[in-house]
C-alpha cells in the first residue's frame, strides 16, 4: 500500500495491526527528547537497569534481560545459535509461520528437528509434547510460539513448562513471546521457562528495533558449554553476558546489583574484538516509558484490557455472520483475531478497502489486533464500524450497526 493516496489524512488513521503498533504516548514523549549526552554517562545506565528491572517484574523472573538490538528475530536466533549446535535434536511445534521460523532457525543453528505440525487454528495438547520425548529420549531442547499471529491462537506454555519441570528436567524450554508479552501473563520461573524472547514492538507499544532475550542459569550452563561456539559476536549470547557483566561497571554501577545480567560463569573460548555490541540508548529509552506506562496503570489492568477487547471483536465478527480461526476461544489470543472469511472474500482487497477508505489498518490475512493501549473502545468499535461498512461494499449482507451493537454489549458487560 505504500505510495497510494489515502483517502483519510493521515492523522486520522489508526494502526489495529498485530505490529509495529502504534507508539504509546508515553514512550512518543521520551524518544521526542533530544539527546544532551552520551550512553556512557550517568543517565542511560539508569535507564536501562531500570528498564530490565521492569522487564523482570512483568516476566516474573531473578534472571536478567539482554537488550539486543535488531527485530524480534535476531533475539530468536541469538538463542538457537546459543543452544543448538550439531546434531541437537530439537522438538519444535507449528501452528503458522512464526513456528515454522522457529523450525528453520533450529536447523540452521544445526539442530536435527522433530516437528509437531498442526492445522490452522489449533494450539498444541502437552500430551502430544510429552509423547514425542518419551519417544524420543534424544530430544534436547522444546520450542514453540506462544501468540501465533498468523491464526490469532495461544499455545499453553504454562502447561507445557509445568510438565516439562517435572518429567523432563533436562531439556531446554525456549518460548517465542514476541506477540504474546505484554498482552498475556507470563511467569518465566514458575514455568519453567529457559529461553524467552520478546521484543518491544507489539503489546508494549515501543519501538521496533530491540530484540529482548532472557535465559535460565540452565541455557546458561549449555551456551557456556558449547562444543562448537557459534562463529559470531552480536548474536552471540555470550557477547550480551560479557556487555552485562562489564559493561555495567564501566558506566559506574554494579554489576551484581538486582536487574542486571549475571556475571559469567567461566571466560569465553575465543578472543574478543576491541569493541563489543551495546544497546540502543533511543529505544531503551523508548521502551522505559512504555514499560512505566504499563506498570503505573497495573499489569492486570492491561491485560483484561486487551482480553476484552478481543472478545469484543470476536462477538462482532459472529453478529456480523463470520467468525475466528482459532479452534476454540479458549485457544484465541487476546491481542491478535485472523477473521475467518469466506472464501469469495478476499482478505489483501477487506485490508486495502480499510485503510485507503477509511483509514483502518489491519495485518494481512484480515488480522485485528487489540494490543497494548489501543485495547480499549473507540479504536476497536471504530474498526468494526469500518468493517461493517467494507463488507457490505465487498458484498457480504450486513445489518448496519450489528457488528458495533454487539461489541459495544461485551465492552458494558466485561469493563
Known amino acids: 500500500m505504500a505510495g497510494e493516496q489515502a483517502a483519510v489524512p493521515a492523522a486520522q488513521r489508526i494502526n489495529m495491526s498485530c505490529g509495529q503498533t502504534p507508539l504509546s504516548p508515553a514512550c512518543l514523549a521520551a524518544i521526542g527528547q533530544q539527546l544532551v549526552e552520551p550512553v556512557y554517562y550517568a543517565h542511560y545506565p539508569e535507564v536501562e537497569k531500570e528498564t530490565c528491572l521492569m522487564l523482570k517484574e512483568l516476566m516474573h523472573t531473578e534472571n536478567g534481560p539482554m537488550?539486543?538490538?535488531?527485530s524480534a528475530v535476531y533475539g530468536l536466533e541469538a538463542a538457537m545459535l546459543g543452544t543448538v549446535e550439531s546434531g541437537d535434536r530439537v522438538l519444535?511445534?507449528?501452528?503458522?509461520?512464526?513456528?515454522?521460523?522457529?523450525?528453520?532457525?533450529?536447523?540452521?543453528?544445526?539442530?536435527?528437528?522433530?516437528?509437531?505440525?498442526?492445522?490452522?487454528?489449533?494450539?498444541?495438547?502437552?500430551?502430544?509434547?510429552?509423547?514425542?520425548?518419551?519417544?524420543?529420549p534424544e530430544i534436547k531442547q522444546v520450542a514453540l510460539v506462544h501468540c501465533e499471529t498468523t491464526t490469532g491462537t495461544l499455545n499453553?506454555?504454562?502447561?507445557?513448562?509445568?510438565?516439562?519441570?517435572?518429567?523432563?528436567?533436562?531439556?531446554?524450554?525456549?518460548?517465542?513471546?514476541?506477540?504474546?508479552?505484554?498482552?498475556?501473563?507470563?511467569?518465566?520461573?514458575?514455568?519453567?521457562?529457559d529461553l524467552l524472547v520478546t521484543t518491544?514492538?507489539?503489546?508494549?507499544?515501543?519501538?521496533?528495533?530491540?530484540?529482548?532475550?532472557?535465559?535460565?542459569?540452565?541455557?546458561?550452563?549449555?551456551?557456556?558449554?558449547?562444543?562448537?561456539?557459534?562463529?559470531?559476536m552480536c548474536l552471540d549470547l555470550h557477547s550480551w553476558r560479557r556487555y552485562g557483566m562489564?559493561?555495567?561497571?564501566?558506566?559506574?554501577?554494579?554489576?551484581?546489583?538486582?536487574?542486571?545480567?549475571?556475571?559469567?560463569?567461566?571466560?569465553h573460548p575465543r578472543d574478543w574484538p576491541v569493541h563489543g555490541p551495546h544497546a540502543s540508548?533511543?529505544?531503551?529509552?523508548?521502551l522505559h516509558a512504555s514499560l512505566k506506562a504499563i506498570m503505573d496503570e497495573g499489569p492486570e489492568q492491561v491485560y483484561r484490557r486487551q482480553?476484552?477487547?478481543?472478545?469484543?471483536?470476536?462477538?462482532?465478527?459472529?453478529?456480523?455472520?463470520?467468525?475466528?480461526?482459532?479452534?476454540?476461544?479458549?485457544?484465541?489470543?487476546?491481542?491478535?483475531?485472523?477473521?475467518?472469511?469466506?472464501?469469495?472474500?478476499?482478505?489483501?482487497?477487506?485490508?486495502?478497502?480499510?485503510?485507503?477508505?477509511?483509514?483502518?489498518?489491519l495485518s494481512s490475512l484480515a488480522r485485528i489486533g487489540t494490543m497494548g493501549f489501543m485495547a480499549v473502545p473507540p479504536p476497536v468499535l471504530r474498526t468494526i464500524s469500518a468493517l461493517e461498512q467494507t463488507l457490505g461494499e465487498m458484498g457480504w449482507e450486513v445489518e448496519e450497526g450489528t457488528g458495533v451493537a454487539a461489541a459495544q454489549a461485551v465492552f458494558d458487560c466485561l469493563q
Open 67 to 70: 537488550l539486543i538490538p535488531g
Open 92 to 136: 519444535t511445534v507449528q501452528t503458522g509461520i512464526f513456528g515454522r521460523l522457529l523450525t528453520e532457525l533450529a536447523r540452521f543453528a544445526g539442530g536435527e528437528t522433530t516437528v509437531i505440525a498442526l492445522e490452522e487454528g489449533q494450539s498444541v495438547d502437552p500430551e502430544t509434547i510429552r509423547t514425542q520425548l518419551v519417544d524420543d
Open 156 to 193: 499453553p506454555i504454562e502447561a507445557i513448562g509445568r510438565m516439562l519441570k517435572d518429567e523432563f528436567p533436562h531439556v531446554i524450554y525456549m518460548v517465542d513471546c514476541v506477540s504474546s508479552f505484554g498482552g498475556v501473563e507470563v511467569r518465566v520461573d514458575d514455568w519453567g521457562i
Open 200 to 232: 518491544p514492538q507489539k503489546c508494549l507499544n515501543a519501538p521496533q528495533g530491540l530484540a529482548i532475550v532472557v535465559a535460565s542459569e540452565k541455557a546458561w550452563d549449555k551456551i557456556e558449554n558449547l562444543r562448537n561456539p557459534p562463529r559470531a
Open 246 to 267: 562489564e559493561g555495567g561497571a564501566a558506566m559506574g554501577y554494579s554489576t551484581l546489583e538486582k536487574g542486571r545480567v549475571p556475571r559469567a560463569g567461566k571466560p
Open 281 to 286: 540508548y533511543t529505544l531503551v529509552v523508548g
Open 307 to 361: 482480553f476484552v477487547a478481543s472478545r469484543a471483536v470476536h462477538a462482532a465478527l459472529r453478529a456480523l455472520g463470520l467468525g475466528i480461526i482459532a479452534a476454540t476461544e479458549a485457544s484465541a489470543a487476546p491481542v491478535a483475531t485472523r477473521i475467518a472469511l469466506p472464501d469469495h472474500l478476499d482478505a489483501a482487497e477487506l485490508n486495502r478497502i480499510l485503510f485507503e477508505k477509511r483509514g483502518i489498518a
